[in-house]
């Protein structure tokens, strides 16, 4: 796919690197929009400790300068109970600190403190786009989408705006928008993210080699960087280089943003999956030993345990069952894909695999959305059963190492069992 119509982005990029104030807002509520829903699922029915020595949850200290910023945004808010700017700062540090440790919790305090806000007939633009953020990291694209579209409507120069929508169109597969998204990002929000925002399509519909150019020109993004910035552009930097094939160089960019970011929830979960994919579970184990109450670090730690053979693997596979069991009875149940695979792997559960992995498809269409699929439905042994993920594939060009040997694999199957009907 060609470079946005009018945007020299190399050229422009050269001329002026990013003040650090407006574009840190904005790569916040980025990361919102990437993020997965983490969750710390709970069983339903009461709990009663067997002693008052029992932990029942690590609360964050109050040291953390997170937990103090909490309490002095609330005081403020709270003082100034119609001011939605001050009620957005707020949300804002919720859903930052959510994110940071898989405390999906956080999320539900950020939409607690907009909501009155959302109650009103035109709410405040910078509520409603934080909303639609938190929407779509709960999988609610379509409200999202609604909610994005007033945005940009009431404020057409809104760089959030667009940020936003162009990440809910990747995730859905939905390229044309999210290119327009970007070339309006990039005229309206400057270079920076205008650039990264381009690359990140680029990596997802078989341009990996053009992204990973693009991302070297904003790999170091300046000494006033937060360090945040620095390991989502090295996350980045780590996923397109495993798109292209280059193992040795995700691993280098993953290594690296850990350094920036220590324990932050969602990296630690990527590069999990990214050992396990590369056939390494004991390090995979070893990088969420210390992360347990998190969803997303469990379920690596349990599917390493399951390629390792190890002993207490069914344990820890009940205790996923609960886990995806609770979500459900909530109804905050999200990681679709992801349970896709564990069916499969941990349980030899193809058909319930095919299953989640179909309903999942319907609103969420990333490359690992594509393999879960395509591997269930070979699983199963009726390849044909992914057409429609094959068909996609086709029309947008999406590619990667793992991705393509199935893609190989299910048509040769169905070109196979055409030739048998005959």
């Excluded at 002026?16 to 710390?40: D, E, H, N, Q, Y």
């Excluded at 609360?59 to 957005?88: C, I």
């Excluded at 309206?188 to 991302?215: E, I, K, N, P, W």
């Excluded at 269930?376 to 999406?398: K, L, N």
Aim: net charge neutral.
């Amino acid at each position: 796919m060609a470079m946005p119509a009018g945007i020299d982005f190399e050229r422009r990029y050269a001329m002026r690197r990013p003040t650090w104030g407006g574009a840190w807002l904005i790569f916040s509520l980025w990361l919102v929009a990437w993020m997965p829903l983490p969750t710390s699922a709970q069983d339903t029915s009461p709990y009663i400790p067997a002693s008052a020595d029992t932990v029942l949850q690590h609360v964050p200290p109050a040291t953390d300068p997170r937990v103090r910023q909490f309490e002095a945004l609330r005081q403020d808010a709270a003082h100034h109970p119609g001011d939605a700017a001050r009620a957005v700062a707020l949300a804002k540090a919720y859903v930052d600190y959510g994110r940071a440790t898989g405390d999906a919790r956080y999320l539900g305090r950020a939409i607690a403190v907009i909501d009155p806000f959302m109650k009103a007939v035109d709410p405040p633009v910078p509520v409603l786009l934080l909303h639609a953020t938190v929407q779509q990291s709960r999988h609610a694209f379509a409200a999202s989408r609604t909610e994005l579209d007033q945005v940009l409507k009431r404020d057409p120069g809104n760089v959030q705006g667009w940020l936003t929508l162009a990440t809910v169109a990747m995730v859905q597969g939905d390229f044309s928008t999210a290119n327009k998204a970007c070339v309006h990002l990039a005229n309206t929000g400057g270079d920076f993210m205008g650039l990264v925002c381009s690359a990140s399509l680029r990596s997802l519909d078989g341009h990996a080699r053009q992204a990973y150019a693009m991302l070297t020109l904003v790999q170091d993004p300046g000494p006033k960087a937060p360090p945040a910035i620095h390991s989502w552009i090295e996350g980045l930097m780590a996923d397109t280089a495993a798109r292209m094939g280059d193992a040795a160089a995700a691993d280098g960019h993953f290594r690296q943003a850990l350094q920036f970011t220590p324990g932050d929830n969602f990296l630690l979960a990527d590069y999990g999956e990214f050992l396990l994919g590369q056939g390494r579970p004991r390090e995979a184990l070893a990088l969420v030993a210390d992360d347990p109450t998190s969803d997303t670090s469990f379920l690596v730690r349990v599917t390493a345990k399951v390629m390792m053979n190890a002993p207490d693997a069914a344990k820890d596979i009940a205790q996923m069952d609960a886990r995806f069991a609770a979500m459900d009875q909530r109804g905050d149940h999200v990681f679709l894909r992801e349970e896709a695979d564990f069916r499969r792997v941990a349980h030899q559960d193809a058909n319930g695999a095919l299953t989640l992995a179909r309903e999942n498809w319907k609103v969420q269409r990333a490359s690992k959305d594509a393999r879960a699929y395509l591997a269930a439905a070979i699983a199963t042994g009726h390849p044909a059963a992914a057409s429609e993920v094959i068909d996609f594939i086709r029309a947008t060009g999406m590619s990667d190492p793992i991705l393509d040997p199935l893609v190989q694999q299910a048509t040769a199957a169905a070109v196979d069992s055409k030739a048998k009907r005959r």
